[in-house]
């Protein structure tokens, strides 16, 4: 069963006053959506009006997203600065993303690049890769790289060149290595937890304000296959 994020649980990774990294859980959704469930922004924002005594609405910025099935690394800025200057971190691609994956199939080379033109179907929230660009398509890249083989599972390192929905996904999909739980994307069956496996597992980047250089390594989360990693 997941546990979701509460401002008690809630996983924090890196902290200073201009922004918080936590570590999401299973079915967190970053921000609030149709659903009307709590996001992890309005738990983080709890937590610091808690910790800080906080008068008033805390301000909290959302940078990036993960989708609910995914767990990892998610930056929040905590001043206006450093939402600014951290989207431009990110838009403009001057961060750098590693994540691991757990995949059934193990794929052909144990190093590669991939690239695809992804098309997003609003309908069904999918993306569908393809070899060739198709109208309404647009360029996705990553590199893989196998790093251990299990009994039945592979666990691959992943480097995002592009942040496309569901990128990961739908590109090791592609190569016929859907992610462990992700039925969306061809797996045979769901996990228990209703997750994927699918984690953020380290994200580098130059500090909005104090211009340090940052890394930040999330633990995996606390189950059998992770645990073998």
Known sequence: MKILSNKINLQILHEDNHIIVVNKRVGDIVQGDKTGDKPLSDVVKEYIKDKYNKPGDVFLGVIHRLDRPTTGI?????????????NELFSNR???????????????????????????NEKNN???????????????????????????????????????????????????????GDLKYGFDRSNPDGGIHLHARKLSFVHPVTKENITIVAPTPDETIWNAL
């Open 74 to 86: 998610v930056v929040f800025a905590r001043t206006s600065k450093a939402l600014t200057r951290m």
């Open 126 to 180: 999918t993306s569908k890769a393809h070899l060739k660009e198709v109208p309404d398509s647009k360029v996705a890249s990553l590199d893989y790289t196998v790093f251990k083989e299990l009994n039945n599972y592979v666990a691959l390192e992943i480097n995002l060149h592009t942040g496309r929905h569901h990128q990961i996904r739908a590109q090791l999909s592609a190569i016929g290595s859907p992610i462990k």
């Open 94 to 120: 001057e961060t750098k993303k590693t994540y691991w994956a757990v995949v059934k199939n193990k794929p052909q080379e144990a190093t590669a690049k991939l690239v695809h033109f992804l098309k997003r």
